[in-house]
């Protein structure tokens, strides 16, 4: 049988499916800011991440249609408000593509690792590398601006060392050890996404044009700036840096660049994010304070879902991916 012929799995029309709301979502936020950014420099790694999703649009749309699947409505044009005015600064905007990029090598690695026909599989590699190439351009852009926040510097031990402990693990009680370089993988991370998040809902709190809608924004910010708090008083312990907030990158408009479902969308999007990388923390914990932060984060996250699910579903927002069969109704037709 042709590779391409091969009929789609669910899990591949999973990942088609997510890949064109959320790169639909990101799109509208980048055309927005594409508008708004004075740098040149900037604007042109803006104009770069808009014409390439353009093209993986295309692409999106034609293998859902060659299925026969409905594709996602997503986000458009009338989720953005044409005019608006600056609601962050250019150097946020370059954050904001920076860390974004970085939930799209993901997506795109996942969706990669979960594709059988060939063409699906090329499709996601040149996806993976462009979100490479967008990824080297704007930490580039970062250095040279001198706004990349580098993780904490260690310093090597004469030789290589083993555990000696089982206090090695102990972070609640007792004598606490120092942060090992592998848990600062996602320390460090967790804490630069949280800030980007909660000046991301700082600025949609000022401009949703509902309340209830506001009002999950506030908390979405507060929820973020309780996990900055959390893992930086855990990096502080140990005397290392921890990375700066940008709540100044916000201005202080009221007009709203975007549909408030796109905003809600957006900060869901974080919340589900989110689990996936205090996930990995979790695994790659060893200190016991660290384990439990983790776990609270996770089961927190759970609530803040369940309020985004309510409140989307009750705005009829929420698009519904493609289900299984359901057996027992097919059965009762004949």
Partial sequence: MEQDKIKLTSSEIGTLWGEYVNGTMTDVVNRYMFTIIED????????????????????????????????????????????????????????YLHIMTLHGLLGHTTAFSVSVRKELRDFYDRCDNDAKRLYQNTIDLLLEKGDFQRDPFFYPSDEPEFISSTDFSD??????????????????????????????????????????????????????????????????????????????????????????????????????????????????????????????FILGNLTGTKKWFNLMVQNKWLEQPPLAPNRAEIGKQK
């Fill in 171 to 296: 972070g609640l009680f007792g004598k606490e050890r120092r942060l090992s370089s592998i848990e600062m993988i996602s320390i460090s991370l967790n804490i630069k996404k949280s800030i980007m998040a909660k000046t991301l809902g700082i600025g949609f709190s000022q401009v949703a044009q509902t309340k209830e809608v506001r009002n999950f924004f506030t908390y979405a910010v507060e929820v973020a700036d309780k996990r900055i708090k959390s893992l930086s008083k855990i990096m502080q312990a140990d005397n290392l840096p921890v990375p700066k907030s940008w709540e100044t990158e916000v201005t202080t408009s009221t007009v709203s660049p975007f549909s408030d479902k796109l905003m809600l969308y957006h900060v869901g999007f974080f919340f589900q994010a989110a689990q996936n990388y205090y996930g990995a923390g979790l695994a790659s914990s060893m200190r016991t304070d660290l384990v439990t932060t983790y776990e609270s």
């Fill in 40 to 95: 040149e420099s900037i604007k042109n790694i803006f104009e770069d991440a808009i014409k390439t999703f353009e093209k993986q649009k295309t692409a999106l749309k034609g293998f859902l249609e060659k299925e026969g699947f409905p594709v996602p409505i997503g986000f458009t044009e009338s989720d953005l408000n044409e005019g608006a005015g600056r609601l962050y600064s250019d150097i946020y905007c370059l954050n």
